[in-house]
């Protein structure tokens, strides 16, 4: 059993900041890659930001020089620093982890999803 649990957002205005935070929790050997997305009312969920188990990085390039990704393996947390803040930046915030954990006797690997977090930009 894993889950991810999102949280930071909320209304915010234009050129201020924001910090979302995702924490993992359950039968979790290792966190591997983990990426954040984000999905605007009537349209595609998009790819924001990803950041390797290295802690490599890479970024959209509608967010690129505004946002930055970290995470910390000892928390199993991720973070997305969004600065210059704009109305396009509005939607529903989510974070993404390939996990590789335990069920039972087994060792698995998969994705999951937490359960997004809305971010609000005011004009």
């Known amino acids: 059993q894993v889950q991810l649990a999102e949280s930071g957002g909320g209304l915010v205005q234009a050129g201020g900041s924001l910090r979302l935070s995702c924490a993992a929790s359950?039968?979790?050997?290792?966190?591997?890659?983990m990426c954040w997305y984000r999905q605007a009312p009537g349209k595609h969920r998009e790819l924001v930001a990803t950041i390797t188990s290295g802690g490599s990085t890479n970024y959209a390039d509608s967010v690129k020089g505004r946002f930055t990704t970290s995470r910390d393996n000892a928390k199993n947390t991720v973070t997305l620093q969004m600065n210059s803040l704009n109305p396009e930046d509005t939607a529903v915030y989510y974070c993404n982890a390939d996990v590789t954990y335990f069920s039972g006797v087994y060792r698995y690997r998969a994705d999951f999803w937490g359960q997004g977090t809305q971010v609000t930009v005011s004009s």
């Open positions: 359950g039968s979790i050997r290792i966190i591997n890659a």
